[in-house]
């Protein structure tokens, strides 16, 4: 059983940037896709960006592309999402997990995905 640990959330002025990080514990991050989603309150959890086990393939929902950037080392088993350019609608808590998405992914489902970290909070001021 993988277990997901994310940090590097905070309090960030618009325009401002963050740097999120997940460490997971267990199997080797090679074999399965590594996926950020975020909850807003009041709203549902969404896919942000996912990339696979090998890490050649990425997805970014159209909302963060240009501006966020998705990567792993798997040999430290550590996956970051680097988070540019950010906007008071970016402000939400962050979930990494761990699935087994099919790319070229169009949408990303919270179904494909089994194991979650706790999260983390990405406030975005104005």
Do not use: H
Request: glycine share 14%.
């Amino acid at each position: 059983q993988v277990q997901l640990v994310e940090s590097g959330g905070g309090l960030v002025q618009a325009g401002g940037s963050l740097r999120l990080s997940c460490a997971a514990s267990g199997r080797t991050l090679s074999s399965y896709a590594m996926g950020w989603f975020r909850q807003a309150p009041g709203k549902e959890r969404e896919g942000v960006s996912c990339i696979s086990g090998s890490g050649g393939s990425t997805y970014y929902a159209d909302s963060v592309k240009g501006r966020f950037t998705i990567s792993k080392d798997n040999a430290k088993k550590m996956v970051y999402l680097e988070m540019n350019g950010l906007k008071p609608e970016d402000t939400a808590v962050y979930y990494c997990a761990t699935g087994w998405p099919r790319f070229p992914i169009s949408k990303l489902e919270r179904s494909d995905f089994a194991a979650w970290g706790q999260g983390t909070q990405v406030t975005v001021s104005s």
